[in-house]
């Protein structure tokens, strides 16, 4: 017998696309959550939820649990700036990370900027920040309640004062400093004429701020209002002497580059056609270095000189494997490799020599790598799925390594172990995933288990480190996370393979790697959850509604479930370059074929549903939860729950609070647990901690 749900208006929408008429009856939920109506179902959905995990006994001993694990200290790599170092720090269960600053990466320092004071709650965050050239002013950015809309602040970093100085309406934009130190380059967008977290975002400028004065009086940089989707992103050199700036048009890994003197006004293209990823190194007087996909796509190193933009030469070439990502350090390049979707690192030197690989501490990933051309050392973290980040310094002129940080976590690390698995798709494709489970686990096919995928953006998903997974491995549970075409693990053709008419194949891939779950005995569809976030709850919504039969329990969080009307909100048509979008008579059919929110089957038995977002959301807005979960309630044929939480002053994930992550995921593993039947026993969970 169905569940009763919270009554649900229909509307008689219907659109017309080339022919094919598509109903769309809860389009009123696309209005601003804080809309009356909207805010009166949001509430009695909330109730709903609220009321199914107040009969789930295992939330409660997992929020605990869960407060265990996350209380440890976190640090972020050291950088290197005006003669200072900087460092994102939490003591453990800091709702946000707090900055500080230091006169050598060894040192305690002293705390320069603590986010947790912005705010009553929790829910101000600091997002970006950057120092002056001279080390004595630092710019930050925080949001609130998760929205990517920022605000741009100085601080005195001698004095711990703030200027006066304030910049609104900035969006996915970093603060490039002048090298005279009096102003920063940024990108601003046009104020809403409407609801700021739901309106289209298009017509960026790029702007100077000079310290002391009005952002009215702000002069603009660069704007092209023919191109509303073009965004701006822009570098210093290393010798102060020209600015660099990227254009994007998309989420696509193409842009164009130009550059002009620092205080000239003429812009010069270095690259003027999207044609492949360009990233900006470094330069020597007029000679440019450059990363660049150009060829195969797994990424090359190239010099160019301004007298001679058009020929590039290459320094380092492709290789078998991933270039992600370069630094200069003096007369060398360190190259972050991804091999099978781990990391190496390499160095050679601005003359192509080979100087060896840099010895990691074992296999998983490198973030944060970050060098300045004229030092002496390197900064990054390291990690992987059972080890939590840790800071090293890597000194340039001996070759090793330096562990800077300690994190102890309440975890037996040594009881588990991680293996890399291959599943074959549907149509041949062999697709890795890792696989994370104790070491003496009986894999007798009836462990729960969470497949974790993405498949998008050119995003690549390397071994992290997460406390809340290691609660859910402690419940005797497997874990595993899926590398999908769409993804960037082995390049340009592996993205594209996931993206336009080809979307399908990502999920083909996700399924291929639950089918392999059970047909190598690790697991059964009824203890097989699935979960993932924004593309990767576009993913889940797919996968769930293609293959309802092959999944237990499901959690799409703040995903993109719409796909015909994704494009008209925000952010979303820079998405396009993925998706496709549907006013475009070649991509309707297959945007129509696969759109989660499109193919729930009325009186099908689907998987037990939790849908997770936040109201202010304005990244992947909360109308695609609240369309989704209001059609797959009215779609439900069995008993199985579909169930919606909904966050307050929360948006995208970015900046939430250390207390509702723990909230968040306490709810989602009891609900895991309670729909798969498999929550482990006192004495499991004991011997799982050690």
């Known amino acids: ?98 900055l500080y600053v230091m006169d050598d990466p060894r040192d305690e320092g002293r705390v320069l900027l603590d986010p947790n004071t912005f705010s009553d709650d929790g829910r101000v965050a600091m997002n970006l920040w950057s120092v002056s050239p001279d080390g004595k002013i630092i710019a930050y950015a925080t949001s609130e309640g998760g929205s990517d809309w920022v605000t741009w602040r100085f601080r005195d970093i001698a004095t711990g004062e703030d200027l006066p100085d304030r910049l609104d309406w900035v969006k996915f934009s970093y603060a490039t400093w002048h090298p005279g130190n009096g102003g920063v380059f940024y990108q601003r967008f046009p104020e809403p004429a409407g609801d700021h977290l739901t309106d289209s975002n298009e017509a960026p400028r790029l702007m100077f701020h000079r310290l002391g004065t009005q952002q009215a009086q702000d002069e603009t940089v660069y704007e092209r209002p023919q191109e509303p989707e073009w965004m701006f992103h822009t570098v210093r050199s290393d010798d102060d002497r020209y600015l660099l700036m990227y254009i994007s048009r998309s989420t696509e890994p193409r842009n164009l580059l130009y550059y002009r003197e620092m205080d000239g006004s003429e812009w010069r293209p270095l690259v003027s056609e999207f044609e492949n990823q360009v990233q900006w190194l470094g330069n020597d007087g007029d000679t440019f270095y450059l990363k660049t996909d150009q060829g195969e796509g797994r990424g090359r190193i190239v010099a160019v000189d301004l007298d ?164 859910w491995l402690e419940e005797g549970a497997v874990l595993a996370v899926a590398n999908l075409r769409g993804g960037g693990e082995y390049g340009r053709e592996w993205h594209e393979a996931g993206t336009l008419e080809r979307k399908q194949n990502v999920f083909d891939d996700f399924i291929a790697c639950a089918e392999h779950l059970v047909e190598s005995g690790v697991t059964k569809p009824e203890r097989l959850a699935i979960q993932g976030g924004s593309n990767g709850g576009l993913l889940v919504g797919a996968c769930m509604t293609q293959r309802p039969d092959l999944f237990g329990a499901v959690n799409a969080q703040v995903g993109v479930l719409d796909m015909l009307r994704y494009h008209l909100f925000t952010i979303g048509a820079r998405w396009a370059s993925d998706y496709g979008r549907a006013d475009n008579p070649e991509h309707f059919p297959f945007l129509h074929a696969y759109s989660p929110l499109h193919n729930a089957r009325d009186g099908a038995c689907y998987p037990s549903l939790l849908i997770t977002t936040g109201d202010h959301d304005d990244r992947v807005v909360p109308a695609h939860s609240f369309k989704f979960a209001a059609r797959m309630q009215e779609a439900q044929g069995c008993d199985n729950p579909i169930l919606l939480r909904v966050e307050t002053r929360a948006g995208h994930g970015m900046g939430k609070p250390t207390e509702a992550i723990i909230e968040e995921h306490a709810q989602i593993y009891s609900f895991f647990l309670r729909e798969l039947g498999a929550a482990a026993s006192e004495p499991e969970r004991a011997a799982s901690r050690g």
Request: charge should be negative.
């Open 1 to 98: 017998m169905a569940r009763s749900y919270p009554r649900t208006r229909k509307d008689d929408q219907f659109d017309d696309f080339f022919g094919t008429s598509v109903h769309d009856p809860y389009r009123w939920l696309e209005q601003p959550a804080n809309t009356p109506e909207v805010r009166e179902w949001i509430e009695a959905q909330n109730g709903l939820t609220a009321e199914y995990f107040a009969d789930t006994p295992g939330t409660g001993r997992l929020r605990e649990r869960l407060r265990e694990l996350w209380d440890y200290a976190k640090f972020s790599a050291p950088i290197h700036r005006g003669g200072r170092y900087f460092q994102l720090r939490n003591s453990g269960l800091q709702n946000q990370n707090v």
């Open 308 to 471: 001679a933009p058009q020929e590039w030469r290459e320094i380092v070439p492709e290789r078998e494997h991933l270039l992600e990502a370069a630094v200069m350090l003096q007369d060398e390049f360190l190259l972050l490799y991804q091999e099978h979707a781990t990391h190496r690192l390499r160095r050679v030197s601005t003359g192509g020599e080979e100087r060896g690989e840099v010895q990691l501490p074992g296999l998983g990933s490198v973030a944060g790598l970050d060098a300045r051309r004229e030092d002496d050392e390197a900064f990054f973290t390291w990690t992987s799925f059972i080890e939590p980040p840790t800071a090293y310094r890597f000194d340039r002129s001996s070759g090793d390594i330096e562990r800077l940080t300690d994190s102890v976590v309440d975890f037996d690390a040594d009881a588990y172990e991680v293996t890399q698995q291959f599943a074959t798709s549907k149509d041949g494709t062999r697709v890795p995933y890792f696989r994370v489970a104790r070491r003496d686990l009986d894999l007798n096919g009836e462990n729960p288990t969470l497949l974790y995928g993405y498949g998008g953006f050119n995003i690549s998903l390397t071994p992290v480190f997460s406390a809340s997974r290691l609660a």
